[in-house]
Nanobody, 119 residues
Framework: QVQLVESGGGLVQPGGSLRLSCAAS????????MGWYRQAPGNQRELVAR???????NYADSVKGRFTISRDDAKNTVFLQMNSLKPEDTAVYYC?????????????WGQGTQVTVSS
């Protein structure tokens, strides 16, 4: 079993910045990817950014050039630096990992952290 603990959400004005963190713990054998998804009211959950074990990153078109995903492998932690935030970035942000434990390989989700962009 893998636990994901998120932090860093909150209220910020348009144009501001926030940094999300997500730490994975448990009986982890291999982390294949870590990333962030978001879900706004009435919308489906969507990929924001993902970083693969080899370092490859993927971003949603709507956040390219504004958000940066990074990781600390020693601490099994992923970060999302969000700059130039817009009201449409308002959502619950969920940390995700695709990882293997001694029980097998599957997807894990964090509990979510609210990001609100408003003046």
């Amino acid at each position: 079993q893998v636990q994901l603990v998120e932090s860093g959400g909150g209220l910020v004005q348009p144009g501001g910045s926030l940094r999300l963190s997500c730490a994975a713990s448990g009986r982890i054998v291999t982390i294949y990817s870590m990333g962030w998804y978001r879900q706004a009211p009435g919308n489906q959950r969507e990929l924001v950014a993902r970083i693969m074990s080899g370092g490859t990153t993927n971003y949603a078109d709507s956040v390219k050039g504004r958000f940066t995903i990074s990781r600390d492998d020693a601490k099994n932690t992923v970060f999302l630096q969000m700059n130039s935030l817009k009201p449409e970035d308002t959502a619950v942000y969920y940390c995700h990992t695709h990882a293997a434990t001694y029980s097998g390989r599957t997807n894990y989700w964090g509990q979510g952290t609210q990001v609100t962009v408003s003046s």
